[in-house]
């Protein structure tokens, strides 16, 4: 089965500075892996996603990630965080049956 | 607004009542999930529907769950005899699925949720 794993649980950084989220996934083919960002009292919104092909992907809000096969990673980054990015970060992978599995998310902080 | 809404986005229950939960998908979207979410977990997956049919049921939808999507369309989900335990948010996500082939990514559309308190 697959599973996901987001090893920080909570994360800080000042505005302005830069963000990697960091994400695992287990499973023996490469699968289709996301990331999503859940603000207070909003549902899950996607910001990218990597189906195949270019291992950089480019998401809204400025985000990006890179998908590393030797590593079993998807970590999300960004250079320049602003305050309207502290929310819940997920990170999903789905193949095979096509529901998607979720991570237990990372709680972002932004300190101005 | 053609996203996928849910209703009621709050319900506050005693134990042992019975609930139910509504949620439309985006209109063109065949697929339909529901999902649940603890404080400081990520979305668990329950069960999901293409179209009408019922495809997989999650082992934590126990026999007081039911889910039904009668036409395709909206779809609802009760919670029968509710525990304290089922308290949490209940999560609706829509998709488009094509066929059975790698068009099918798992890119879901959420809803805001219904979030369940159990006194």
């Known amino acids: 089965a697959q599973s996901v794993t987001q090893p920080d649980i909570h994360i800080t950084v000042s505005e302005g500075a830069s963000l990697e989220l960091r994400c695992n996934y287990s499973?023996?083919?490469?699968?289709?892996l996301f990331w999503y960002v859940q603000s207070p009292g909003q549902g899950l919104q996607l910001l990218l996603k990597?189906?195949?092909?270019?291992?950089l992907v480019q998401g809204i809000k400025g985000f990006e990630a890179e998908f590393k096969r030797s590593q079993s990673s998807f970590n999300l980054r960004k250079p320049s965080v602003h305050w309207s990015d502290a929310a819940e970060y997920f990170c999903?992978?789905?193949?095979?049956?096509?529901?998607?599995?979720f991570g237990r998310g990372t709680s972002l902080i932004v300190h101005p | 607004d053609t996203g996928v809404s849910q209703d009621p986005r709050h319900k506050i229950t005693k134990r042992g009542q019975n609930v139910t939960f509504r949620c439309d998908p985006i209109?063109?979207?065949?697929?339909l999930y529901w999902y649940r979410q603890t404080l400081g977990q990520g979305p668990e997956f329950l069960t999901y529907?293409?179209?009408?049919?019922?495809?997989?049921k999650s082992r934590l939808l126990s026999d007081r769950f039911s889910a039904e999507r009668p036409k395709g369309s909206f779809s609802t989900l009760e919670i029968q005899r509710t525990e304290q335990g089922d308290s949490a948010m209940y999560l609706c996500?829509?998709?488009?699925?094509?066929?059975?082939?790698?068009?099918?990514?798992?890119?879901?559309?959420f809803g805001e949720g219904s979030r369940l308190t159990v006194l």
């Open positions: 999903a992978s789905s193949r095979g049956s096509y529901i998607p599995t």
């Open positions: 499973y023996g083919a490469t699968p289709y």
């Open positions: 990597y189906f195949s092909g270019d291992t």
């Open positions: 209109s063109e979207h065949n697929r």
């Open positions: 529907f293409q179209n009408e049919a019922q495809l997989e």
């Open positions: 996500a829509s998709s488009v699925a094509v066929g059975l082939g790698p068009m099918n990514t798992g890119e879901l559309f």
